[in-house]
C-alpha cells in the first residue's frame, strides 16, 4: 500500500444488531477525539469503517462485494477499516482478498482505531483480532452528543453455544462491565440528552458483577439517575431470567413493559438440538411468571425456521406456540448455516424452499398476532417518547411503553414525553391523539 495523507473525514457504516449499532457510535467518537470528522450526506469519506456482521445469509461475500462499491468520485480509494463479526471471523482472509483493506478490526480491539491509521498513512496494513478482557471500554472517550434512544452495551459475548449461532466465536465468552462503569455512562448519557437507554448484550441479563450483583440492581439504580425517563434491555436468554429482574418489572416504573425473550422454536426436540437447554414449557412457565408480576407486557421474541431436521409437524408446534403467547412483535429467520458451527455439519439440511414457505406462514401468524396486541391497546393512554418528525405537517412519531410506534399531531419537539390516547391501530404502527405533554 502507498502512503496516504491521514483521513480528515470518516464515515461508519454499521450492520447487524443493536450492539454493532452501539459498537458503530463509539468508533464514530473515538475518530472525532482524532480530529477526523464525519463526512456530509453526499461527500466522499476518506476513511470509511465498515462495522459488519456475521449472524445470518452471505454475510462474508456482501462484505467483498461492499468494499468493492467504495470508490470514490474521482476513482481513488478511501482507507477502509472492515470491523465487527466478519472482520473478527475472517480477519486474515479478508486481508488475503481484498487488497483494498488496510485495516481489519474486531469487536473487542477497534479502541486501537487510531494506532491503525496512523500505520495506514505510512501505508501499513493491520489486523487486530485480539479478545482483550474489557479494555475498549476502560479507554474509549466520554460519550458526547446522544439522541432521545441511547445504547449501552454492559455485556458482551455468550458462552450458550447454541448449535447454530457463531456469537461465542466472534464475540468471545460472556463478559459484564462493571457497575460503576456503566453508572458513569448512563449518567453522561443523560446529561447527553438521553431520556431512554437500551441496555444491551447478546444475553443482557446474565450480566452480573464481580459482588454476584444481578441486572436489576443495575436497573435500581438507573432508574435513579434524574432525567432517565425510560429503561429498557435485549436480548435475554431464558435461562438468564431471575425472579429479580421478573419482579423489578412489577416495583421499577422506569423498566419499559417490554420483554424481548428469543424462543428459537416450539418444539422440544429441536430446542435440544439446538443446545437451547430450555423446553417449550419452562419457557411458558417463565412468561407466566412474568405476566404475572406485570400483566401488560409486552413480548418479543427470534425464531427460526428450517433448523437441521425440523419436520413439518414440529414447525406447526411453533406456530402453535405464538398462538398461546400471543407476541406483540418479533423477528424471524430462515436458518442459515453459520462455518464451524455444530449445526452446520448436521444431516437433514432443510430445502430452501421449505424453508421459505415456513417463513411465510409464520410471519402471517406473527403479524396477526401483532395487530392483535395492537388492537387491544385502542382506548389505553400511555406515555410517547417523541423519536423524529412524522411525514404530515405538524406529525411526529414516537415509541409507546410496550415499544409500538405512535403518530401523533400537536405541537411537539424530539425528546418530549407526551401522554396520548391510543385511538386507531394498524399492524405496524398506531395513531394517538394528545391528552398532555408531560416533559419538554
Ligand atoms: N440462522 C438463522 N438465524 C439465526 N440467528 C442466529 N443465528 C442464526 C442462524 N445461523 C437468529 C436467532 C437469534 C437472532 C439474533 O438471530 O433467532 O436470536
Ligand atoms: Fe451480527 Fe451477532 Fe455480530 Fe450482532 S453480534 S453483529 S447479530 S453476528
Same mark, same amino acid.
Given at each position: 500500500?502507498?502512503?496516504?495523507?491521514?483521513?480528515?473525514?470518516?464515515?461508519?457504516?454499521?450492520? !447487524?444488531?443493536?450492539?454493532?449499532?452501539?459498537?458503530?457510535?463509539?468508533?464514530?467518537?473515538?475518530?472525532?477525539?482524532?480530529?477526523?470528522?464525519?463526512?456530509?450526506?453526499?461527500?466522499?469519506?476518506?476513511?470509511?469503517?465498515?462495522?459488519?456482521?456475521?449472524?445470518?445469509?452471505?454475510?462474508?461475500?456482501?462484505?467483498? $462485494?461492499?468494499?468493492? #462499491?467504495?470508490?470514490?468520485?474521482?476513482?481513488?480509494?478511501?482507507?477502509?477499516?472492515?470491523?465487527?463479526?466478519?472482520?473478527?471471523?475472517?480477519?486474515?482472509?479478508?486481508?488475503?482478498? /481484498?487488497?483494498?483493506? $488496510?485495516?481489519? &478490526?474486531?469487536?473487542?480491539?477497534?479502541?486501537?482505531?487510531?494506532?491503525?491509521?496512523?500505520?495506514?498513512?505510512?501505508?501499513?496494513?493491520?489486523?487486530?483480532?485480539?479478545?482483550?478482557?474489557?479494555?475498549?471500554?476502560?479507554?474509549?472517550?466520554?460519550?458526547?452528543?446522544?439522541?432521545?434512544?441511547?445504547?449501552l452495551t454492559v455485556q458482551e459475548g455468550c458462552d450458550k453455544f447454541c448449535t447454530y449461532c457463531v456469537v461465542p466465536y466472534t464475540r468471545g465468552a460472556e463478559i459484564s462491565r462493571s457497575f460503576n462503569d456503566l453508572v458513569e455512562e448512563a449518567r453522561s448519557l443523560v446529561e447527553a440528552g438521553?431520556?431512554?437507554?437500551?441496555?444491551?448484550?447478546?444475553?443482557?441479563?446474565?450480566?452480573?458483577?464481580?459482588?454476584?450483583?444481578?441486572?436489576?440492581?443495575? &436497573?435500581?439504580?438507573?432508574?435513579?439517575?434524574?432525567?432517565?425517563?425510560?429503561?429498557?434491555?435485549?436480548?435475554?436468554?431464558?435461562?438468564?431470567?431471575?425472579?429479580?429482574?421478573?419482579?423489578?418489572?412489577?416495583?421499577?416504573?422506569?423498566?419499559?413493559?417490554?420483554?424481548?425473550?428469543?424462543?428459537?422454536?416450539?418444539?422440544? #426436540?429441536?430446542?435440544?438440538?439446538?443446545?437451547?437447554?430450555?423446553?417449550?414449557?419452562?419457557?411458558?412457565?417463565?412468561?407466566?411468571?412474568?405476566?404475572?408480576?406485570?400483566?401488560?407486557? /409486552?413480548?418479543?421474541?427470534?425464531?427460526?425456521?428450517?433448523?437441521?431436521?425440523?419436520?413439518?409437524?414440529?414447525?406447526?408446534?411453533?406456530?402453535?406456540?405464538?398462538?398461546?403467547?400471543?407476541?406483540?412483535?418479533?423477528?424471524?429467520?430462515?436458518? $442459515?448455516?453459520?462455518?464451524?458451527?455444530?449445526?452446520?455439519?448436521?444431516?437433514?439440511?432443510?430445502?430452501?424452499?421449505?424453508?421459505?414457505?415456513?417463513?411465510?406462514?409464520?410471519?402471517?401468524?406473527?403479524?396477526?398476532?401483532?395487530?392483535?396486541?395492537?388492537?387491544?391497546?385502542?382506548?389505553?393512554?400511555?406515555?410517547?417518547?417523541?423519536?423524529?418528525?412524522?411525514?404530515?405537517?405538524?406529525?411526529?412519531?414516537?415509541?409507546?411503553?410496550?415499544?409500538?410506534?405512535?403518530?401523533?399531531?400537536?405541537? /411537539?419537539?424530539?425528546?418530549?414525553?407526551?401522554?396520548?390516547?391510543?385511538?386507531?391501530?394498524?399492524?405496524?404502527?398506531?395513531? !394517538?391523539?394528545?391528552?398532555?405533554?408531560?416533559? !419538554?
Amino acid at each position: 500500500m502507498r502512503p496516504t495523507p491521514p483521513p480528515q473525514t470518516y464515515r461508519v457504516k454499521s450492520f !447487524g444488531c443493536q450492539m454493532n449499532v452501539y459498537d458503530g457510535e463509539r468508533m464514530a467518537e473515538l475518530l472525532a477525539t482524532q480530529g477526523i470528522r464525519p463526512a456530509a450526506d453526499g461527500e466522499d469519506a476518506d476513511l470509511v469503517v465498515l462495522n459488519t456482521c456475521h449472524i445470518r445469509e452471505k454475510a462474508a461475500e456482501k462484505v467483498y $462485494s461492499d468494499i468493492g #462499491r467504495l470508490r470514490r468520485e474521482d476513482g481513488s480509494a478511501p482507507l477502509i477499516a472492515v470491523a465487527g463479526c466478519v472482520a473478527q471471523a475472517e480477519g486474515e482472509e479478508i486481508m488475503a482478498r /481484498a487488497p483494498a483493506v $488496510s485495516m481489519v &478490526v474486531g469487536p473487542q480491539a477497534y479502541h486501537r482505531l487510531p494506532e491503525m491509521i496512523e500505520q495506514a498513512a505510512l501505508g501499513q496494513r493491520s489486523v487486530d483480532t485480539d479478545m482483550p478482557a474489557q479494555t475498549k471500554f476502560d479507554v474509549l472517550p466520554a460519550r458526547r452528543k446522544v439522541g432521545p434512544n441511547a445504547f449501552l452495551t454492559v455485556q458482551e459475548g455468550c458462552d450458550k453455544f447454541c448449535t447454530y449461532c457463531v456469537v461465542p466465536y466472534t464475540r468471545g465468552a460472556e463478559i459484564s462491565r462493571s457497575f460503576n462503569d456503566l453508572v458513569e455512562e448512563a449518567r453522561s448519557l443523560v446529561e447527553a440528552g438521553a431520556r431512554e437507554i437500551t441496555l444491551l448484550g447478546q444475553n443482557v441479563n446474565a450480566w452480573r458483577d464481580d459482588s454476584n450483583r444481578g441486572l436489576e440492581k443495575l &436497573v435500581e439504580e438507573l432508574a435513579a439517575i434524574p432525567g432517565l425517563a425510560r429503561i429498557r434491555y435485549t436480548t435475554s436468554h431464558p435461562n438468564d431470567m431471575t425472579e429479580g429482574l421478573i419482579e423489578a418489572h412489577r416495583d421499577i416504573p422506569q423498566l419499559m413493559p417490554f420483554l424481548h425473550l428469543p424462543v428459537q422454536a416450539g418444539n422440544d #426436540r429441536v430446542l435440544k438440538a439446538m443446545n437451547r437447554s430450555h423446553t417449550v414449557d419452562s419457557y411458558l412457565r417463565i412468561i407466566d411468571r412474568v405476566r404475572a408480576a406485570r400483566p401488560d407486557i /409486552a413480548l418479543s421474541g427470534d425464531f427460526i425456521v428450517g433448523f437441521p431436521g425440523e419436520t413439518d409437524a414440529e414447525f406447526e408446534d411453533t406456530l402453535k406456540l405464538v398462538e398461546r403467547v400471543g407476541y406483540a412483535q418479533c423477528f424471524s429467520f430462515k436458518y $442459515s448455516p453459520r462455518p464451524g458451527t455444530p449445526a452446520a455439519d448436521m444431516e437433514d439440511q432443510v430445502p430452501m424452499a421449505v424453508m421459505d414457505e415456513r417463513l411465510q406462514r409464520l410471519q402471517a401468524a406473527l403479524s396477526a398476532s401483532q395487530l392483535a396486541f395492537n388492537q387491544a391497546s385502542v382506548g389505553k393512554r400511555c406515555t410517547v417518547l417523541v423519536e423524529r418528525k412524522g411525514k404530515l405537517p405538524g406529525q411526529w412519531l414516537g415509541k409507546s411503553p410496550w415499544l409500538q410506534s405512535v403518530h401523533f399531531t400537536a405541537d /411537539a419537539a424530539i425528546g418530549d414525553l407526551v401522554e396520548v390516547e391510543l385511538v386507531e391501530a394498524g399492524p405496524n404502527s398506531l395513531s !394517538g391523539r394528545l391528552v398532555s405533554a408531560i416533559s !419538554g
